[in-house]
Structure formats: C-alpha cells, structure tokens
C-alpha cells in the first residue's frame, strides 16, 4: 500500500471519496508517522485518541454523504490556537495547565468542515523568534540533513517541520512577521499569509495585534488555498476581521499568466546578498517571463527602516497583549508575600528570556517621554512603507521576492545567541509585509549547494490573494519542487 502521509490535502480528499481507503487508516497513518518521528521535537501535545475519535465520525459521513469540504483530513495545530479542552500553551511556561474552554474561530472553522486534529505543534514562546528556540519545549529539528540539526525556522517550526516530514496533511500558522513564510521556506514546503483581516483572530493568543494574522503551511500551492478557504471568513468576535466574501481560491490555479505585472524590487537585493538566493530569484523571474508575465521593476524605499519600526510596533503591542499573564487567571502561579510579589515571581518565571526582552523593549517605547520619539514615529514610518506598496502596486499585480536571506541554520547558532539583532536581521524580506497587512506566500525555489530549502515570496495587493494563488501555482509548475526524499 502507498504511504498515505505523501499524498497531499487534495489527494487524500479524492481517496477518501473514492473510498480507496478509509479516514481511520489515514489518521492511523499520521500518527504512526508522529512516533517514528518525535525527535523532532515539533508536537508539544498529541491527541491520538481524539484524533481517531473524530476520524470515525468522519468516516460515517463520508459514507452517507455529509462530508464537509476537509473531511476526515489529519492536521496539525499550531499551539498558539486555543483548543477548546486541549491544553494551549503558546509554548511558554507561564501557560502551563491552561485548557481553553473554548477554540478559536479559525479551528472552529476547519472543525466544522471536517477536520481531524492530531495535536499541537511547537512554535517560538508567543510567537516570539524565527528559529523555534525560545520555546519553553525546546527547538524543532529541521527534517531536512535531520542529522545537522538545524533550525526549522519560527516562529511556526513545529508546524513547519510536521508538513515537511509528514506529520500532519497540513498544519495552521500564525505571521506577525514572518512566522508562516520563512519556517515554511526553511523547512521547503508552501504557506500563504492571508491579508490582515481575513482570517479571524479570536482565540488566537495574542502577540502584536496589529499584525498577527493566522494561515495554512500545506505541502503545495492547492492544499494552501483548500486550507485557506476553510480558515477565513468574517468573524463578530474580531473587531478587525474583515467582512468581505472569501473566493474559492482554488479556482485560480493553473491559469494564463500572460500579461499578469511583477514587481522586482530593487531594495530587496542588497548588496552581500546570498548567491544562491539571487540566482534562484532570478530564475523565478526567467520562469515568469516565459509564461508572458510582463517584470517591471519598482521601488520600495522605506525598506530600510521595516526591521527598525517593526521591532518598536511588535514589542509595544506585545508588552501591552502580556500584561494579561500575571499569575491570576491563566496558567502558572508562583506565590509571593504579597500581590505585586505574587505578579514578579510568576512572570520572572513563567516567562523566557526573549519575552521579557519584548516587554522591556515595548514597556520602554511606549512610555511617557519616548512614546513620540519611538512608538509615535514607528507608526508614521509604517504608514510609509505601507503607500509604498500602494504606490508600487500601481504599476504591478504582484511581487516576486527571496523569503529569507539565508537558509535554516544550526540550532543553537552562536552569533545568534550573543546578539539577537542577527536573528531579527533574518525577518528583512518578511515584516514589511505585515506592517503593510498585505498577504504573500512562500515557495520552495530549489536547494542550495548544502542541500537546503530556500523559498521565495510572493506578495499581492489587499484581499487579492486570487492573483497570489495565480502567479504562485505558475511558479511552482515550473519550478517543479521534489520534497524531501
Ligand atoms: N521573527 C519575527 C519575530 O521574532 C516574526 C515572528 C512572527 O511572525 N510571529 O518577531
């Protein structure tokens, strides 16, 4: 029998309706491969029973025909998403023991088409960090050269690093500046941050409001648009959700791209910039060109001051979001002589060391006396960045960029872990996009010499995630990506 674990969303979609096999064997596929698997370290919690449970009741509707359109499809959860009577974690230890009583809108939603959760997946502490590092779990290995352990990326490394190697069928995410695109490219497999609005946010535990958007990471371009379709929708419950209908994304695969514009911008190729990286851009642009899609080159001129402002609003927006764990209602307490005591000894413990860096950082730029200077400014230099994606939309459809300047590197990496600028340097390609609330997917590109993923990015207009879909199902014929062996 083939291994059922290859085959992508659509693929066991069409088994399971063809009755080739069952939901049961498909679930019991997974989970199998969640054993063989567990030095990866990307499951923080495991529901086998569960998962089986509702694997059965799919089954049934299979077979008198009430399926929902991601029936009995094994997933895996990013442990950001509040699982009603699953313990939720955000991978940090102040959160332990916490079991939501209620889920978020997005697993409400995939729930309700269908969906077979098999557990939760680890992910940096609030998502918090691009190597899954700070998670109080410990880092994922990257499947890929398993041997070198390398970094899966973050924050959604575990989500990542289930889809690369087989763990789930597809697996949610959450990007405040990277965290779906770069573990996705890291880890070689595709994953689309929706425009922000799109997906609702309630449930999702918080980080930087203003830029926290939840997606799929799936194994190729069509599983991320099925995901995607079940993921989004107006929500009451989120202020900032969008009420806007949500395409069938689907349909926009595998169409004529002639004449279709886009956008090379210059800022994104820095001087130093990778060689592998380059030449793999450019040979998605190539791609692109001989399908009759029209480059055009643009400008991004506030490029360099995204990391700068991203790192004010991320940190300011967190400080305030945290404030929430003080030992009282969520999680962990550790007591004290007195309230205040009680609040210090459960945040200094419960949180890990790149949080508190956030909260210093965001308590700092958004106090009296820096607010102006810091906070205020950053959010004018937002809006910048933001009208030069209007402005350059205007002359293309969408943008074809590097995911990430480097390729997954080893857990534990020492310039890394002595200055933590180099890994937010990391998130160059990625934070502008979420400051804009534009959406864009990461795709496998090729490897480099080492053997390594790398990704590219494709970034379009608000809510047109139909061109996102169009121009990236072109690139990933041709780019024609095998996976891991
Ligand atoms: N790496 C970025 C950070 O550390 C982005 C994280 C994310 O998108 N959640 O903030």
């Not at 049934?60 to 939720?88: Q, R, V």
């Not at 209620?102 to 918090?128: I, P, R, W």
């Not at 997906?199 to 980080?207: D, N, Q």
Request: glycine share 8%; net charge neutral; hydrophobic share 40%.
């Amino acid at each position: 029998m083939t291994d059922l674990t290859k085959l992508t969303l659509a693929e066991a979609r069409k088994g399971l309706k063809n009755k080739e096999f069952s939901a049961v064997e498909l679930t019991k596929a997974y989970i199998a491969k969640m054993d063989a698997d567990r030095d990866l370290n990307a499951y923080v919690c495991e529901v086998p029973e569960k998962a089986l449970a509702q694997a059965e009741k799919s089954q049934e509707k299979i077979n008198n025909g009430t399926a929902g359109e991601m029936e009995g499809l094994p997933l895996g959860i990013k442990d950001l998403f509040c699982t009603k009577d699953i313990p939720t974690t955000a991978c940090s230890s102040i959160l332990k023991g916490f079991v939501p009583p209620y889920e978020s809108t997005v697993t409400s939603k995939l729930k309700e088409a269908g969906a077979v959760f098999l557990g939760k997946l680890n992910l940096d502490e609030f998502a918090m960090g691009g190597s899954n590092e700070t998670s109080a779990f410990g880092p994922v290995v990257n499947p890929w050269k398993k041997e070198r352990r390398l970094v899966a990326g973050g924050s959604s490394g575990g989500s990542a690093a289930a889809v690369a190697a087989d763990m789930c069928a597809a697996a949610t995410g959450t990007d405040t500046g990277g965290s779906i695109r770069q573990p996705a490219a890291f880890c070689g497999v595709t994953g689309i941050k929706p425009t922000y609005g799109r997906c609702s946010r309630y449930g999702i535990i918080a980080f930087a409001s203003s830029l926290d958007q939840a997606g799929p990471i799936a194994k190729d371009v069509r599983d991320c648009a099925i995901m995607l379709k079940t993921m989004s929708g107006y929500d009451a419950k989120d202020s900032t959700s969008a009420n806007c209908p949500v395409p069938d994304f689907e349909k926009f695969l595998h169409q004529d791209i002639r004449g279709l514009k886009i956008g090379i911008p210059a800022e994104y190729r820095p001087e130093g910039l990778n060689s592998e990286i380059a030449a793999l851009w450019d040979k998605g642009i190539d791609m692109l060109k001989a399908r009759g899609a029209e480059i055009v080159s643009i400008s991004l001129p506030h490029t360099k001051y995204a990391l700068a402002t991203y790192y004010i609003i991320a940190p300011a927006e967190a400080s305030s979001n945290l404030a929430r764990y003080d030992g009282l209602r969520y999680g962990n307490r550790i007591n004290g002589t007195h309230l205040d005591d009680m609040y210090i000894n459960s945040r200094t413990a419960g949180f890990g060391k790149e949080v508190k860096r956030r909260i210093m950082i965001g308590t700092y730029v958004l106090s009296a006396g820096y607010y102006d200077a810091y906070y205020l400014k950053a959010q004018k230099v937002r809006r910048l960045i933001r009208e030069d994606f209007l402005k350059a939309f205007e002359k293309c459809d969408v943008i074809l960029t590097p995911t990430a300047p480097t390729a997954a590197f080893p857990i534990g990496d020492k310039s890394m872990q002595e200055n933590p600028i180099t890994m937010w340097l990391n998130d160059i390609f990625t934070v502008s996009v979420n400051l804009a609330g534009l959406p864009a997917m990461s795709l496998p590109a090729g490897l480099n010499k080492d053997g390594l993923p790398l990704g590219l990015q494709l970034i379009g207009r608000s809510f047109d995630e139909e061109t996102l879909f169009k121009a990236a199902s072109a690139l990933e014929e041709d780019i024609n990506f095998k996976g891991m062996k």
